[in-house]
Nanobody
Framework: QVQLVESGGGLVQAGGSLSLSCAAS??????MAWFRQAPGKEREFVAA????????SYANSVKGRFTISKANAKNTVYLQMNSLKPEDTAVYYC??????????????????WGQGTQVTVSS
């Protein structure tokens, strides 16, 4: 059974930091990513990594503030979020691809999704 289980969301003041984790199990995954969805908005790309962690990509809105990393031994991907802003408030979703091994921003290329974790940044 394939599972992606996110953890680490919560409430933080603007300028603060949070770290999200996504533990994947059930099969081999390749590219993994974080997306987010704010109320009334479409799901948007945040960051992605290939299987080894040697190649990453970021949305312009988070570049320099967020860092995606991967612990292959644990089949876990992390998102370190620093200098958080109120506009970062959203439900954050972990995603994984069973085929692609490039850190793609295309939501359609990810086959598996976690249940989401809420991140709220107060001003």
């Amino acid at each position: 059974q394939v599972q992606l289980v996110e953890s680490g969301g919560g409430l933080v003041q603007a300028g603060g930091s949070l770290s999200l984790s996504c533990a994947a199990s059930g099969r081999t995954f390749y590219a993994m990513a974080w997306f987010r969805q704010a109320p009334g908005k479409e799901r948007e790309f945040v960051a992605a990594t290939n299987w080894s962690g040697s190649s990453t990509s970021y949305a312009n809105s988070v570049k320099g503030r967020f860092t995606i990393s991967k612990a292959n031994a644990k089949n876990t991907v992390y998102l370190q979020m620093n200098s958080l802003k109120p506009e970062d408030t959203a439900v954050y979703y972990c995603a994984a691809s069973r085929v692609w091994n490039t850190p793609t921003t295309n939501v359609a290329l990810y086959d598996y999704w976690g249940q989401g974790t809420q991140v709220t940044v107060s001003s």
